[in-house]
């Protein structure tokens, strides 16, 4: 039929044995139709509240009684690897993300664009306050050393950096230096450090415990010949 005219395609159909009044009817079910999802897709481009796309679905054979769950399946529900990301990034936890601005300066065509690709718009902002680049763990050490956050905050970047539960306390208690060699000695001369303290300070410096406790003999050692002068 091509170059033909729908009128005549009509005539054709007619003359065959399609009753006249079904031409139309006929011609409608022969048409190449859009795939659903293709129906879904151009809905949400154009008219993202889905206010027509009933009627679309109807027109390409989708029965009545699945019009709504069409309708549901549009809206987009994220991959689960991003609702992790979220879940650490405390998105899920809206005081803590107000706490710390994470939902700032989400920007307008982000829910536009979102809704063309069927994200709500409360999943774009969730998104959005899990885009974030984070401190590393070094920075927010850094940053606990001077003062300027606390365990907790610490605790809370180290959860949102995926580190597990068991390692964020062992990382912070290695986050503080440990006394230098020079101030080993010198607290075991004042009587600050005792023969243990000083053993536990080599060890803190990566000694193996060999290599530890002839450091420490040495501390002693010297100490005693120092004040023997």
Aim: charged share 30%.
């Amino acid at each position: 039929h091509q170059g033909k005219s729908k009128e005549q395609i009509i005539e054709d159909i007619s003359r065959g044995d399609i009753h006249p009044d079904r031409a139309q009817q006929y011609l409608d079910a022969i048409l190449t139709k859009p795939a659903t999802q293709d129906v879904v897709t151009y809905a949400l481009r154009t008219d993202p509240d889905l206010q027509d796309l009933g009627e679309q679905l109807t027109k390409i054979g989708i029965h009545p009684d699945y019009l709504e769950l069409h309708k549901e399946l549009a809206l987009v529900i994220p991959p689960v690897a991003d609702i992790i990301t979220m879940a650490v990034r405390e998105v899920f936890t809206p005081e803590i993300a107000a706490r710390f601005g994470q939902y700032e300066d989400f920007p307008a065509p982000l829910e536009e664009w979102g809704l063309k690709k069927g994200l709500s718009k409360e999943w774009s902002e969730r998104y959005w306050a899990a885009h974030w680049a984070l401190p590393s763990a070094t920075q927010g050490f850094q940053m606990l050393h001077r003062g300027v956050i606390d365990r907790d905050d610490l605790d809370r970047l180290l959860r949102a950096q995926d580190v597990m539960p068991f390692w964020r306390d062992k990382l912070t208690q290695i986050a503080f230096r440990p006394l230098t060699r020079v101030d080993v000695r010198r607290m075991y001369k004042e009587g600050v450090l005792d023969e243990a303290g000083v053993y536990e300070a080599y060890l803190d410096h990566g000694y193996a415990e060999e290599n530890a406790k002839r450091m420490t003999e040495f501390t002693i050692r010297q100490t005693l010949s120092s004040q023997a002068k």
